[in-house]
């Protein structure tokens, strides 16, 4: 019989620094690689769009994994499966670090994407296992810390590394964390690991389930570069995909031995969490993916001060999580997800009136407000989620959350691309009837910039940057003018969950410790 009682002290406090630094490794290898493909590519005789494989190999192997963790966690146990996942993690670290080709390098990223999806699900379980059931907010907390920092310290940690030493170390760090980590969650978990069942293995879910994932992840990744829909093999994929989908739902509501459970959206709060998360992600990934963007494309920001004008929304990130926290033992979650998702608004707000001129701080600002947001809307969605359920069934719970919330900050990284391109596409035809030569505002132009000494080829040459940076700088602001009422779709799903009685339980013990 495993022992279920929360951890205390110095246990407690080793447990989780374990379990929050590895799921941090995990997240922070979704993007620490993405500054990294032009040097990969170059080392490994590859082109800038082969390059891209490392990043979508990782995703897809990833995205497949995180979704089968409950069936796993049955299977193998939980603290089982998580140490096994972390040495496959880190073996799979070292092959990428030492890969000699862009093949290797791939096979090497598939192995680790498929270690470090149910990493994430197990390290959630786990964590929420180590504390008293009123005290789950706190645990939530540390989780939020490293699943909300870790994508915006990425691109950071892996440009420094990039600059500085070489792109093998993106993958060399993973080493040390990863056997620290094992040794640290082996000893203090393995009394506590849960009884394995022979559950049938559902191999015509698992194919249909590898069927729609990995088909949509590629549209996903590779729609834009071939023109979405208007590519014979998109709209291949996207049939194989949706017919996978439906074909999966019929199949997983109907067998006894689901490899996804689909039963648990019949619990309204589960429901609920994982939706209103989902919306918040694939709002927040869009703005994530496109300012780094504008910087570096327009503003002359390299890699690394780019990603340190965004790395305000970390520090906003871990001061509030400690706040969300202590309030989500005692505090509505819809009230606390309507308070972050307000935060998130104001910062989106914000960025919709930016223009060519705004400095660092100016672009940094919001990113703090942002952050401040996320753990005040990620906390209460995950406890709605994971305390609705049985203690069993929480690793299936936690597996279908950061699975669909990874999905959805997919498909809005993919769709605030082609939105963004359309719209710079359209205000640069808008802008250029208005500035044509001939027109009152092209002579304009054209005296002032000739007045000071430029030649007549040079003066076309300074309108057409201008014109594009406008053309930029407008489809940016009404990028984030269209996100910040996105926004309001993650409040509306909020309100639609039932009260917690997690809420009503940290009543109570709030109330007693005050007298």
Partial sequence: ??????????????????????????????????????HIAGDLAASPNQGTWVITSYAVAEAITVPLTG???????????????????TLASILCGISTSLEMLIVARILQGLAGGPIMAMTQTLLLAS????????????????????PVLGPIIGGTLVDNISWHWIFFINIPVGILCATLVW???????????????????LILLILFVGCLQFILDKGREVDWFGSPMIVALAVISGLAFITLLIWELTDDHPVVDLRLFMNRN?????????????????????????????????????????APMGVGAVLAAPLAGKLSASVDPRKMMTAGVACMMGAFYIR??????????????????????????????????????????????????NFIRTTAGAFG?????????????????????????????????????????????????????????????????QY????????????????????????????????????
């Fill in 131 to 150: 504390f008293p059931r009123e005290k789950a907010g706190v645990a939530m907390g540390l989780f939020a810390m490293t699943t909300l920092l870790a």
């Fill in 71 to 89: 069936w796993l966690a049955q299977r193998f146990t939980q603290v089982r499966l998580l140490i096994t996942c972390i040495l496959l993690f």
């Fill in 1 to 38: 019989m495993s022992d279920t009682t929360p951890l205390k002290g110095s246990q407690l406090l080793f447990g989780t620094l374990s379990l929050s630094l590895v799921n941090f490794m995990v997240i922070l290898d979704m993007t620490i690689a993405n500054v990294a493909v032009p």
């Fill in 413 to 477: 990284a993919a769709i605030t691309n082609t939105y963004w391109d359309n719209e710079i596409t359209q205000h640069r035809v808008d802008l250029v009837a208005n500035t044509a030569s001939g027109s009152p505002n092209y002579d304009q132009w054209a005296q002032t910039v000739a007045s000071q000494g430029f030649s007549p080829e040079q003066s076309l040459y300074l309108i057409d940057r201008t014109v594009q940076g406008q053309a930029v700088m407008l489809a940016t602001n």
């Fill in 187 to 205: 000893s203090l978990y393995h009394k506590r690991n849960t009884d394995a069942h022979k559950l049938p293995i559902d191999y015509t879910g």
């Fill in 480 to 515: 984030f003018s269209m996100a910040t009422l996105a926004l309001l779709a993650v409040v509306a799903i909020v309100w639609m969950a039932k009260p917690t009685p997690l809420s009503a339980e940290g009543a109570k013990a709030a109330a007693a410790a005050s007298h």
């Fill in 270 to 310: 589960v429901s609920v969490g994982i939706f209103s998360l989902a919306a918040m992600f694939a709002v927040m990934f869009g703005g994530i993916v496109l300012l780094p963007l504008w910087l570096q494309t327009q503003m002359g920001y390299t890699s690394i001060s780019a990603g340190l004008a965004i």
């Fill in 352 to 401: 919709s009136s930016f223009n060519t001129d705004a400095d660092f701080w100016t672009i940094a600002m919001p990113q703090f407000l942002q952050g401040f947001g996320m753990p005040l809307v990620f906390m209460p969605g995950t406890i709605l989620a994971t305390t609705s359920v049985a203690p069993n069934r929480v690793a299936s719970v936690a597996g279908l959350q």
